[in-house]
């Protein structure tokens, strides 16, 4: 499930990457490249209070999630991603 501070960065159809909050109806900043976006969803979510980074790749499918601090890791033994 789902919390509204919790962050998505996906790649647009103009071909920029966007860092947008789960429950915002608009991508709170643009990028043009996914690493910058990346970038400033974990210090966006760290600043929040934390929560979990959804990264897509290129196809549209999950490519990465991680916990960022200081939120709960539900699983923290065998998270080996980061």
Known sequence: MSKGRDRTIYQ???GKWA???ND???ASSIHSTQAGAAVTGR???GNQGG???TI???SGRIRSKD???PGRDPNPPRD???
């Open 80 to 82: 080996r991603e980061h």
């Open 51 to 53: 929560g979990e980074l």
């Open 24 to 26: 915002a109806d608009r």
């Open 56 to 58: 897509k790749g290129l």
């Open 43 to 45: 210090k966006m979510l």
């Open 67 to 69: 916990t960022i601090s």
């Open 19 to 21: 860092n947008k909050r």
């Open 12 to 14: 647009r159809p103009d």
